[in-house]
């Protein structure tokens, strides 16, 4: 297992590296980056659309190179003195080749140097680490309350397939999963967040501003009061896919000669369920854990961030990319990918521990 582990996180180093160069040449050809945002700015022009500073359209501005020939410059550029154009490219990197900038970034990501936001003054780590609280909260409790309440559904639906419980419930989760989970988030503002019937719960932020006041018991109840709804939303269209794989894993396990026979050699059906059939059927839903998880934890979270104005990586990112603040999008787009991969590595080595028969070095 131990060369399996190292040859896994060998494959990482070029997985990454695929990953930032394909993005690095798109997100770079893009029109409107940081630099033409800037200069939207200092024209007063800022909530305009960045096309109209994208330096492809007809009528850019231009300047005379020292061979005498015509540079197109930005469009933002018009009106500026060419040598404050200049300080802005260099502010921001741009007065450099886009393969040294390439380069440069491969070198400070291999040192887990991010570098510095464009536009928050703040460095990028730093960022991620002040956001990271929030998405975790949202990412971690959703998953949890999702498996599990999912897992012991799915088991009991299989039991019972058939019955007036697994119509009604089949009913209950398919309905939930079909309200889009802004739509739900909404209602539950309405109902009890003080739009038009109760004020139970906040609405804004993971803590109360006096949260550092109060004591530890207090700290935790305000932790959850605040968590409840936005963690409700997201949930409440987690419950399907799950339940109904686990259901049809035991379906498919319950089926086989296996059981059967264990059933003819007069062992009780607990010992069946969860001595063989649970061991076997598991395996189809740790497969799917990495990819639920990454969704859950970064990217389910995004509207959610926005309509309890919570502060976390969902935003951030979302925000980094509207404003093309090129090292915050880089630089998450980097951790939440080796993140992924290592989640991946720890759902193979899960595989082993529900089943030891399964020995992934062998079969490499």
Not at 60 to 67: A, G, K, R, V, Y
Not at 77 to 99: C, N, R, S, T
Not at 131 to 142: R, Y
Not at 181 to 191: N, R, T, Y
């Amino acid at each position: 297992m131990g060369s399996y582990i190292l040859r896994r996180l060998f494959l990482m180093v070029p997985t990454l590296l695929g990953i930032l160069t394909i993005n690095f040449f798109l997100i770079q050809a893009a029109p409107g980056g940081p630099v033409e945002q800037f200069m939207a700015k200092l024209h007063g022009q800022a909530g305009r659309s960045v096309e109209r500073f994208a330096g492809s359209e007809s009528g850019d501005f231009q300047t005379q190179t020292p061979n005498g020939e015509n540079d197109i410059s930005y469009r933002g550029a018009q009106g500026l003195d060419p040598e404050l154009v200049q300080k802005i490219e260099k502010l921001y990197g741009f007065d450099k080749p886009m393969w040294q900038r390439y380069i440069h970034m491969l070198g400070n990501y291999l040192r887990f140097d991010l570098g510095d936001s464009f536009f928050r003054e703040r460095s990028v780590m730093g960022l991620i680490l002040s956001k990271l609280p929030v998405s975790v909260s949202l990412g971690f409790w959703s998953t949890l309350i999702i498996y599990a309440v999912s897992i012991p559904l799915g088991i009991r639906k299989a039991l019972h397939h058939g019955s007036r419980f697994d119509v009604w419930s089949s009913t209950a989760i398919i309905v939930g999963n079909a309200i889009p989970v802004f739509l739900f988030a909404i209602l539950l503002i309405v109902l009890f967040a003080g739009g038009s019937y109760w004020d139970i719960f906040p609405l804004r932020g993971l803590t109360s501003p006096d949260f550092a006041d109060l004591s530890l018991w207090a700290k935790i109840k305000d932790y959850f009061w605040h968590l409840t709804l936005p963690v409700l939303s997201m949930v409440i269209g987690g419950f399907a896919t799950l339940t109904l794989l686990t259901k049809n894993s035991f379906l498919d396990e319950i089926g086989k000669q296996y059981v059967v026979t264990a059933r003819a050699k007069g062992l009780t059906e607990k010992r069946i369920l969860y001595g063989h059939v649970f061991r076997n059927a598991m395996l189809i839903i740790i497969a799917g854990f990495p990819a639920a998880f990454i969704s859950m934890f970064f990217t389910g979270s995004l509207l959610i961030e926005v309509i309890f104005s919570l502060d976390g990586l969902g935003l951030l990112g979302f925000e980094s990319t509207l404003q093309r603040d090129y090292p915050v999008m880089f630089g998450t787009l980097y951790i939440f990918t080796l993140i992924g991969l290592l989640a991946k590595l720890a759902s193979d080595l899960t595989y082993t521990l529900v089943d030891p028969r399964i020995d992934f070095e062998r079969r490499d």
